[in-house]
């Protein structure tokens, strides 16, 4: 009885605890370190080392006027940004943080990743468009482009994977990882999916919808207040999960000697994580046609090339 | 399982009515979206987890949003809700109205022809849908793949500038 319901309740309010205090934690945490490779100091004022910034930022967001325009169309508008969190900590169900610490273990698993973010885009498509501001629309359009080109070779570039490991359930690829971690056979699979997780979450050299220089600030130029707030959380959500995933599918997830295997996963997470920010640290904003030039003409044939070669040399090990 | 089939079948069957009415075109997709998710839960109750997937990674995730995509493009204002309230005139229902209910008929009838049409003891698996796919069903995904190549050429040609054309030279 307490196994069937009561572990599973237990996990969802862990994961929610961790993953929505991370998000926060993060912000404070890429400023910091943003700061530190820009030589500079970054916000260290609100309690130690400035841990507590994101605290001050959500009473003053808490604070602010929810202010819906009014040639907005309302209930879109006020629908859009809850739809990217939904769909992100849905996401969450399926990763496997230990061995037993995961919410279902659907056979699905990645299926069931993929689904979620493709629903993701309505969110920011949506947002551009119930804006009604022309800015917001290029953001929104933008975005749906972007998104639909890299989700294209993303789901391919988890397939080697797959076909590796031979099942879609995160927790069997995890374990199917005890001999060698993916990273090293499937290293292709490795970038392109990275490559994919950054225009996902449309992080700094994709960060197109929203390039502050050409579109005010592309999707959710309109947003304010909480709902501007659930955007921003959304983005480090989506990183979080990314960077969970990365993890799990490349770098044996929580296998490791010594420490506890939730230890584990959580180090190898925030590395990843470390990673993301370091690349908005160094990277500069690609142009649009560059973006899905990227996408179509070199990704996509690398991911069908990564999944033919590891499909061929599956074949022939058996 | 079979509340969960009743319930997104019925959420199916709503949001779709609600697509067809909405004069707002993106509503109408966002009714659309609905509908397509919970056929998807409708194909998880019935056992096709792999089917329920797709329809949403391909259907709701991706075909959909070119749509809404298309939409945001044409940007239609006052215009085209004009329109629609023309074309959704109550004398236009008739014939549609007709051959819709001749379907249920069929359907229903069809339903009550066979009594074990709602196998929810049994969940298909993902390798046995691989298996038959390209197994006893290989020709439909091949007929399948060129009708998509056929479309994929048909959209490079319409983008295509044609060749080069230098100055002084007839071609």
Known sequence: ?318 | MNAVFYMASAVAILATLLAISRREAVHALLYLIVSLLAVALVFFALGAPLIAAMEVIVYAGAIVILFIFVVMMLNLGEVAREQENVWLSPGIWRVPGIMALLLTGLLVYALFQEDRWLPVDRVVDIKVVAASLFGPYVLMVELASILLLAGLVGAYYLVWRGPIRRPGRRD
């Open chain 1, 1 to 318: 009885m307490w196994t069937e319901i009561g572990w599973p309740l237990v996990v969802v309010a862990g994961v929610l605890f961790v993953v929505l205090n991370l998000a926060a934690v993060l912000i404070w945490m890429e400023r910091r370190l943003l700061a530190l490779w820009q030589d500079r100091y970054g916000p260290n004022r609100v309690g130690i080392f400035g841990v507590l910034q994101p605290v001050a930022d959500m009473v003053k967001i808490f604070f602010k006027e929810d202010w819906v325009p009014p040639f907005a169309d309302k209930v879109t508008f006020v629908m859009a940004p809850a739809i990217i969190v939904v769909t992100v900590l849905l996401s969450f169900v399926v990763v496997p943080f230990a061995p037993g610490v995961i919410v279902t273990d659907i056979n699905i698993g990645i299926l069931f990743f993929l689904a979620m973010s493709s629903l993701g885009v309505y969110s920011l498509a949506l947002a551009g468009w119930a804006s009604n501001n022309k800015y917001s629309l290029i953001g929104g359009m933008r975005t749906t482009a972007q998104m639909l080109a890299y989700e294209v070779f993303m789901g391919l570039s988890m397939m080697g994977v797959v076909i590796q490991a031979g099942s879609f359930s995160l927790t069997e690829i995890v374990e199917a990882q005890r001999g060698l971690w993916y990273c090293i056979p499937q290293c292709v699979g490795l970038v392109v999916f990275f490559v994919a997780g950054l225009a996902e979450t449309h992080r700094i050299p994709f960060d197109l919808p929203e390039a502050e220089g050409e579109l005010v600030a592309g999707f959710h130029s309109e947003y304010s207040g909480m709902k501007f707030g659930m955007f921003f959380v959304g983005e480090y959500l989506g990183i979080t999960l990314i960077s969970s995933l990365t993890v799990a599918m490349f770098f044996g997830g929580w296998l490791g000697p010594w420490l506890p295997p939730v230890l584990w996963f959580a180090i190898k997470t925030l590395i990843v994580l470390c990673l993301f920010i370091l690349i908005r640290a160094s990277l500069p904003r690609f142009r649009y046609d560059q973006l899905i030039e990227i996408g179509w003409k070199y990704m996509l044939p690398l991911s069908l090339v990564n999944l033919l070669v590891t499909g061929g040399v599956v074949l022939l090990m058996r």
